[in-house]
Structures are given as structure tokens and as C-alpha cells.
């Protein structure tokens, strides 16, 4: 049982960092600047290498449970990596096919580059932490633009 409730928890946890992390890239200059080179090309680097990024920047805080027991350890590192898999697959998604996140009322990231939101809408794969902290902005969602894109699967998007 552990395992799993420790699953679940580094999923959990793993989107609230990523949302503060997206929020204070807009906060600071000094660490958003990478971040706002990827808002002036508005593009994701492909789910394989937004993959590896989140698991570089995440590794640290994969590993302490290991310190509890292996099962512990096991359950949190398959968590945080099951939701780094997720989140890269959702942000590049969100940049090639929006209208695939159907998991969402919006896809909060793309419509935080369509309209060049810097205070709203933070979250890459999942919209929680944005209504929970007020950072939701609700726009108007399909617009004709998405409407008349031509028709695409959930997997025909650059994996590298």
C-alpha cells in the first residue's frame, strides 16, 4: 500500500513543483531567461528532451525515500517520473495539438502562450494548481483557429 499512496504522491507533487517552478521563471528574470526564449519561439523541444529536463532538474527530490525503504523509494521515484513522462507529453501536446487535451476544460498552457499570459495560467499538464492558487484565467476555448485545424491523432507530435 505504501508503494502506491507514494506513487500517487510524487505525481502529486511533481505538478505542484512544476506550477511554481513555470510561475517563478515569469517572477525572475535571472532564472526565467531560458524560459522566455521558449515563449518568444512557442515551441516545445520535443517530449523526449522535455522529458529529460524535468528528470535533470527533478532528480535530487526522486531519491530520499530510497533513505525509508527501497518499496518507499521505488514507489515515489516511479511516481515522479510517471508524472515527468505525463507532463512532457502534455507541454508538447499543448504547443502541437491542443485540442488533444481532453483532460482539460482548456489547455491552460497553450492558451498561456496564445494570449501571452505572465500571471495566469501556470500549469503544463494538469490546471489544479492554477484554479487552487488564482492563476486560472478562463478564455474563450476553441476559438475558430483550433476549430479548423485539420484533424490529428494524440501521438502525431515530435517525440525528439
Same mark, same amino acid.
Given at each position: 500500500?505504501?508503494?502506491?499512496?507514494?506513487?500517487?504522491?510524487?505525481?502529486?507533487?511533481?505538478?505542484?513543483?512544476?506550477?511554481?517552478? %513555470?510561475?517563478?521563471?515569469?517572477?525572475? /528574470?535571472?532564472?526565467?531567461?531560458?524560459?522566455?526564449?521558449?515563449?518568444?519561439?512557442?515551441?516545445?523541444?520535443?517530449?523526449?528532451? =522535455?522529458?529529460?529536463?524535468?528528470?535533470?532538474?527533478?532528480?535530487?527530490?526522486?531519491? !530520499?525515500?530510497?533513505?525509508?525503504? *527501497?518499496?518507499?523509494?521505488?514507489?515515489?521515484?516511479?511516481?515522479?517520473?510517471?508524472?515527468?513522462?505525463?507532463?512532457?507529453? /502534455? %507541454?508538447?501536446?499543448? &504547443? =502541437?495539438? !491542443?485540442?488533444?487535451?481532453?483532460?482539460?476544460?482548456?489547455?491552460?498552457?497553450?492558451? &498561456? &502562450?496564445?494570449?501571452?499570459?505572465?500571471? %495566469?495560467?501556470?500549469?503544463?499538464?494538469?490546471? *489544479?494548481?492554477?484554479?487552487?492558487?488564482?492563476?486560472?484565467? !478562463?478564455?474563450?476555448? !476553441?476559438?475558430?483557429?483550433?476549430?479548423?485545424?485539420?484533424?490529428?491523432?494524440?501521438?502525431?507530435?515530435?517525440?525528439?
Amino acid at each position: 500500500m505504501l508503494p502506491i499512496l507514494l506513487f500517487v504522491s510524487a505525481f502529486v507533487f511533481s505538478s505542484f513543483v512544476e506550477y511554481w517552478i %513555470h510561475r517563478l521563471m515569469h517572477a525572475n /528574470a535571472r532564472i526565467g531567461e531560458r524560459h522566455r526564449d521558449h515563449h518568444r519561439r512557442n515551441t516545445g523541444q520535443g517530449v523526449l528532451w =522535455e522529458f529529460l529536463d524535468y528528470v535533470k532538474g527533478a532528480s535530487l527530490a526522486m531519491l !530520499p525515500f530510497f533513505l525509508v525503504s *527501497w518499496q518507499a523509494g521505488l514507489g515515489w521515484l516511479l511516481g515522479a517520473l510517471a508524472y515527468a513522462v505525463f507532463s512532457a507529453y /502534455a %507541454h508538447q501536446l499543448q &504547443h =502541437e495539438n !491542443p485540442t488533444k487535451c481532453f483532460w482539460m476544460k482548456m489547455p491552460v498552457h497553450y492558451i &498561456h &502562450h496564445k494570449h501571452g499570459m505572465w500571471e %495566469h495560467n501556470f500549469g503544463l499538464g494538469v490546471d *489544479w494548481w492554477d484554479h487552487l492558487f488564482r492563476t486560472y484565467k !478562463p478564455m474563450p476555448w !476553441p476559438t475558430e483557429v483550433e476549430t479548423n485545424e485539420p484533424e490529428r491523432g494524440y501521438w502525431a507530435l515530435r517525440w525528439w
